[in-house]
């Protein structure tokens, strides 16, 4: 299957920084990435679907401002969460459609996991 | 957008049962997938199946679109396959309320 790679796996800041994610379709081009956020023994809550060359489509409730999404190329996509606090903590996966197999099938990459102290 | 629910949402098994996971959601679909979370929360991919049945060694699933409703059958379960699954559904894939599984030996 096709593989969708992301980093940092693990990533500890202090609150106030910055943090960017990349995510990455290693072996095919994708013009539409998702981004998921998990919360400990909760389910994935999809946050925004990134569009390659256009601004992302944010879901209700997840403020765009906060979280920066930028699909620069057709390979990559990358995940700014601005200014981060202790709420922002928690397990950030994105994925990817178009690497093969059935035409909507989607691959996902193996998640960032964000701890803000 | 579109409810997606799993049932049950907990389920403990002996090694070697069968089970059946259920996920119903609420609008009509085209995309749907199962899959399986490991304990390091990485999504292995089990199954696309927007419709019909599929069988891929101990685990099948089926589809019936019409009635909004997959099925996903695990036999002879192995501890191996404990963990958490979960059904995604329509282009955006919003994902299910999830099954914990947990086989013991």
């Known amino acids: 299957g096709a593989v969708v790679s992301q980093h940092p796996s693990r990533v500890i800041c202090k609150s106030g920084t910055s943090v960017k994610i990349e995510c990455r379709s290693l072996?095919?081009?994708?013009?539409?990435m998702f981004w998921y956020r998990q919360f400990p023994k909760q389910s994935l809550m999809l946050m925004a679907t990134?569009?390659?060359?256009?601004?992302?489509?944010?879901e209700q409730g997840v403020e765009k401002d906060k979280f920066l999404i930028n699909h620069a190329s057709l390979t990559l996509s990358t995940l700014t969460v601005t200014s981060a606090h202790p709420e922002d903590s928690s397990f950030y996966i994105c994925?990817?459609?178009?690497?093969?197999?059935?035409?909507?099938?989607?691959?996902f990459g193996e998640g960032s996991r964000l701890t803000v102290l | 957008g579109i409810q997606v629910e799993q049932s049950p949402p907990d389920l403990i098994l002996q090694e070697g049962a069968n089970s059946t996971l259920r996920c119903n959601f609420s609008?009509?679909?085209?995309?749907l997938q199962w899959f399986h979370q490991n304990p390091w929360g990485q999504l292995i991919n089990l199954f696309y199946?927007?419709?019909g049945t599929k069988q891929n060694g101990r685990l099948s699933a089926t589809t019936v679109a019409t009635e909004r409703y997959s099925l996903l059958y695990i036999s002879s379960s192995q501890t191996t396959d404990s963990g958490v699954y979960f059904c995604?559904?329509?282009?955006?894939?919003?994902f299910g309320t999830g099954t914990s599984l947990t086989v013991i030996p």
């Open positions: 994925s990817a459609r178009g690497g093969g197999g059935s035409p909507g099938e989607l691959f």
């Open positions: 995604a559904v329509a282009v955006q894939f919003y």
């Open positions: 609008d009509s679909v085209n995309n």
């Open positions: 990134s569009n390659e060359g256009s601004k992302a489509t944010y």
């Open positions: 072996d095919f081009q994708a013009t539409t």
């Open positions: 199946i927007p419709s």
